[in-house]
């Protein structure tokens, strides 16, 4: 389940008091602390280009398919692969070929959950698939049998004499050229395909209707019939046998249903795109073609246009990545660093001629790559019109970081290059990464919300490191979806994203994972965007999903919302607060004197201002309206602030001018000391399986301190007996420095040598811990000591307490 780590978009916050070392905030004065830089390891500058009017268009739906369920949230199932070569509809046995011991059996309907007495019903299995289908609201892809025989019984392995024909097999014909049956004769030694596609067409609609099966796929990897299926087709595959096989199988499939799209010819990989893995008569029929899948498309070009009908709507190809690292191919294993590696530049060969994997095919057959815009074009110069699919893919790692940032880099490039379909193949083992690539485009907040369906320009300055796709949800552009990818193994990146659009975004919400935990949550959010820039961090091996949001009023009535939340420092002051619904302005006003004369000072679209006309001992006020073309809105509460120390008072009380104001509160007296805990209440929702505090270490001293002299101490409430385990998600000093110690009441944050030490004026750096129960139950926070819904940005907090040699240097310590 996605699980909330910061917040959506700004909200109303309730502290009343806020550090002058606030994450993202500026602070000049030379006593002040500069601002944090990462320590364990310096970011790398890129710059992301977005541009909404650019390269426009749509992004298929269909690429976010799967072979096996893994997800609720997908659009295609195919019910394909090795065991649909030899499936019967009318008995549902089918041979698992080399595959298992060439047995003949009832597992299609294992796979598919077919309850036992629909099993032994003709089209039991391909109902079951089907309905589970309709009721996802997925597209279903039925295999059809081509390589000439199925399977006659479940009576487990057929042995090398009882190769087809046989009394193991019934023989596959196409066309029945007689009535239809709805309960076919189970001794007859034949099994009719257009019978079949007609079963389904009379349950449940032809491929035009709402609940039809809309798909049809020539059988499966047909080079390797000889290998895979060597008792139903021992021959070699020849290039005029596929063909003629093709030809007539789909011929009577659209005579049956001539609104469903026919798949072809799902080539295994690369050999066979060349020549069907060396076919007896490839050489002999070649001629000027320049691979294999050039003489299939014209072929089925030419045969459609004499047939009258299109025979063939779907090129079909199948693609397991043949990239090394190490010598270790990315599919085999997770592998070494340097397999890893190779896994995330994976993605580039499918699109990126400046790219040459370590593999037999980069070695051999880089003139065919990159792979996709070379499919394309034999496309468009073979048989025009015709869709690309690539129906299995796999790229390794399922259960790993690496392999799921490279499964999202791919589903980014379906959409981009306009594949239409796409079909994850499923290997043995654990899969939670690649889930999640998937949910970060079809449900990444938790509520079914997807990636835009309308792809627009976005593109890198570092397509080694990074990766950046770009969509909008309407011809209206109000919310712009990125995906943002740091495959970086050790190195962040300092994101600067521009965007060029005839909307201005304010705002931007980000979701994501990382190599902490695959489980998509919400990271910080992005609090104002300047005239549609602004820079994000992102930490090594992360994906992220942000979504920008323009809120544009219509402007014809004032903003009845005050803006909220602000926040400021001293010096150099950034004000921040809440974008108001309907505004297209704000104004910035400033007095030293509560009462005023307020003094406008400044106009600005987005929502912060930087005010850096301060002088030190001087309190200075401001408050700020929201402005369109038919006015202005009530003020905000006000905020004052004085060098050392900064007043906010509670958003709902009244703000200059209105009944009460202008009002202002006694600012919070800082602890002393020179060491400051500031913390951020990553997940502000009180009652779920986590607990996610944020801190950062803050050095106001004249001298470096040693990180390894410090303990950090956080309270909470267990809520009963289970052990509680703790991750460091992520820690600019490194969080292999970082050790976790429980008691009852608190966890203990303790510091190796390596988290070295913080300078005079210096920071830690983000500290992000992550805590759960070793039974995954709730937690109830609500009266935890240490937590605090309201702090979504960081700020001093005296209820996180730190020792410096065991000595309490900050902080208050709960008294029960």
């Keep these: 389940m996605m699980q909330d780590n910061g917040v959506s978009k700004p909200r109303r916050s309730r502290f009343k008091w806020l550090s002058m070392f606030t994450a993202g905030i500026i602070a000049c004065s030379s006593w ?54 030899g499936y019967n509809w009318e008995n549902n046995m089918s041979n698992a070929g080399s595959d298992w011991y060439h047995s003949s059996d009832n597992y299609a309907c294992t796979f598919t959950e077919t309850p036992e007495d629909k099993c032994n019903e003709p089209g039991g299995v391909l109902s079951t698939f089907h309905e589970q289908s309709i009721a996802q609201g997925a597209y279903s892809l039925i295999t059809l049998p081509l390589a000439g025989y199925v399977s006659r019984d479940g009576n487990g392995t057929v042995l090398e004499s009882e190769t087809a024909p046989s009394h193991r097999w019934d023989e596959v014909v196409y066309r029945k050229g007689a009535p239809f049956t709805l309960t076919p004769n189970l001794n007859d030694g034949k099994v009719y ?8 067409v009379h349950k449940y609609g032809n491929a035009s209707t709402p609940t039809g099966v809309k798909g049809y796929s020539l059988d499966n990897e047909p080079a390797l019939w000889p290998h ?26 659209k005579d049956v249903d001539p609104y469903a799209e026919i798949f072809g010819p799902a080539l295994y990989g690369y050999a066979a795109y060349t020549g069907l893995q060396d076919a007896e008569d490839w050489e002999d029929l070649r001629g000027d073609y320049g691979w294999f899948i050039d003489y299939y498309l014209d072929h089925m070009r030419q045969a459609s246009e004499a047939e009258g009908k299109r025979l063939l709507d779907v090129l079909d190809v199948h693609w397991y990545p043949e990239a090394r690292g190490d010598d270790i191919r990315i599919t085999d294993q997770v592998g070494t660093k340097e397999t890893r590696k190779a896994r995330l530049q994976a993605p580039r060969t499918l699109w990126d001629p400046t790219y040459i994997e370590d593999s037999w095919i980069g070695q051999w057959g880089s003139h065919h790559l990159p792979l996709l815009p070379t499919l394309q074009q034999s496309i468009d110069t073979y048989y025009p019109g015709t869709k690309l699919a690539i129906t299995e893919f796999n790229y390794g790692a399922q259960n790993e970081i690496t392999g799921g940032i490279a499964m999202v880099d791919v589903l980014g490039i379906f959409g981009k290059y306009d594949v239409y379909m796409s079909n994850f193949w499923l290997f043995d083992g654990g899969y939670d990464y690649v889930k999640s690539a998937y949910e970060l485009y079809r449900n990444y907040d938790g509520s079914r919300s997807t990636y835009g369906d309308i792809r ?13 796709y770009a969509s909008v949800t309407s011809e209206t552009n109000d919310e712009l979806h990125l995906i943002v990818l740091n495959k970086s193994l050790d190195t962040p990146l300092e994101a600067t994203i521009q965007v060029t659009s005839n909307q201005l975004y304010r705002f931007g919400e980000v979701y994501g994972f990382d190599e902490a935990s695959p489980e998509i949550r919400r990271f910080t959010a992005i609090p104002s965007i ?17 979504v920008l949001i323009t809120e544009e009023g219509d402007g014809t009535d004032p903003p009845q919302d005050k803006p909220d939340s602000v926040t400021g420092i001293s010096a150099q002051t950034v004000l921040t607060w809440n974008a108001s619904e309907g505004a297209d302005s704000y104004n910035i006003k400033r007095a030293t004197n509560p009462e005023g004369p307020y003094q406008l000072i400044a106009n600005v679209r987005g929502t912060s201002y930087t005010d850096t006309s301060l002088e030190e001992n001087v309190t200075y006020y401001y408050i700020i309206t929201a402005v369109n073309e038919a006015g202005e809105s009530p003020a905000a509460s006000l905020i004052s602030i004085k060098i050392g120390s900064i007043e906010l008072p509670d958003p709902d ?23 400051v805990v500031q913390y951020m209440a ?9 607990i996610k505090p944020h801190f950062n270490i803050v050095n106001r001293g004249a001298s470096p301190v040693n990180m390894s002299d410090l303990k950090l101490r956080y309270y909470f409430t267990k809520d009963g007996s289970e052990g509680v385990n703790a991750w460091i998600d992520w820690a600019e000093i490194g969080s292999s420095n970082i050790q976790t110690v429980f008691t009852d009441s608190y966890v203990e944050l303790r510091f190796t040598s390596g988290a070295g030490s913080i300078p005079a004026g210096g920071q830690s750096g983000i500290i992000q811990l992550r805590m759960a129960k070793e039974n995954w139950s709730n937690f109830d ?24 040699n065991d000595k309490l240097v900050w902080g208050i310590e709960p008294t029960n």
């Excluded at 009017?53 to 976010?64: F, K, L």
């Excluded at 935890?784 to 996180?800: G, N």
């Design 682 to 690: 990553a997940d502000t929702d009180p009652v779920n399986n986590q």
């Design 653 to 675: 009380e009244p703000g200059p001018g209105e009944p009460g104001g202008p009002g202002s509160e006694d600012p919070v007296p800082q602890p002393d000391g020179d060491l």
């Design 32 to 85: 002040l602390s500069v601002p944090f830089a990462p320590q364990a390891a310096a970011s790398t500058a890129i710059t992301i280009q977005v541009d909404t009017s650019r390269d426009r268009g749509e992004i298929s739906p269909y690429i976010y398919g799967t072979n096996q369920d893994f997800s609720e949230h997908l659009t295609v199932r195919r019910f394909g692969g090795n065991r649909t070569t």
């Design 228 to 253: 895979t299926h060597p008792r139903i087709h021992p021959n070699i595959t020849g290039v005029q046998e596929l063909l003629d096989r093709s030809i007539a199988l789909a011929n009577a499939v």
């Design 781 to 804: 926070e609500s009266n935890d000591y240490s937590f605090d819904p309201s702090k979504t940005l960081f700020a001093d907090w005296e209820r996180v307490t730190l020792y410096q």
């Design 193 to 200: 395909v257009d019978e079949e596609v007609h079963f389904l």
């Design 530 to 546: 300047d005239n549609n820039q602004f820079t994000y961090t992102i930490p090594p091996l992360t994906a992220y999903h942000m």
């Design 456 to 468: 627009v320009y976005a593109e890198t300055s570092d397509i080694e490191n990074s990766s950046a």
